[in-house]
């Protein structure tokens, strides 16, 4: 089992910066990639930026450029760095961890993202 706890959303104007951290706790282990999901009002879910346990990273297009995905060295927090943010970006992120070995997939409760215009 896989806990994730989302921190750092909140309301920011248009242009400014805001950084989301995830920690993971229990299996960290059996954890290989980890990242972020979106989800704005009437809209899928969406992909954001995912990162590996090597290292390798993947962004979206909308955000490649402006949002920086990095993991702590002991592999239990993720976090994203989100600068230059549009109003676009308003959304509820979501943390999503994926075992290795079964792909089973974990996600976090999600944290609400405001971009003001």
């Known amino acids: 089992q896989v806990r994730l706890v989302e921190s750092g959303g909140g309301l920011v104007q248009a242009g400014g910066s805001l950084r989301l951290s995830c920690a993971a706790s229990?299996?960290?282990?059996?954890?290989?990639?980890m990242g972020w999901y979106r989800q704005a009002p009437g809209k899928q879910r969406e992909l954001v930026a995912v990162?590996?346990?090597?290292?390798?990273?993947n962004y979206a297009d909308s955000v490649r450029g402006r949002f920086t995905i990095s993991r702590t060295n002991a592999k239990n927090t993720v976090y994203l760095q989100m600068n230059s943010l549009k109003p676009e970006d308003t959304a509820v992120y979501y943390c999503?961890?994926?075992?290795?070995?079964?792909?089973?997939?974990?996600w976090g409760q999600g944290t609400q993202v405001t971009v003001s215009s």
């Open positions: 999503k961890a994926v075992q290795k070995l079964t792909l089973r997939p974990y």
């Open positions: 990162i590996t346990r090597d290292g390798y990273t």
């Open positions: 229990g299996s960290i282990d059996s954890i290989n990639t």
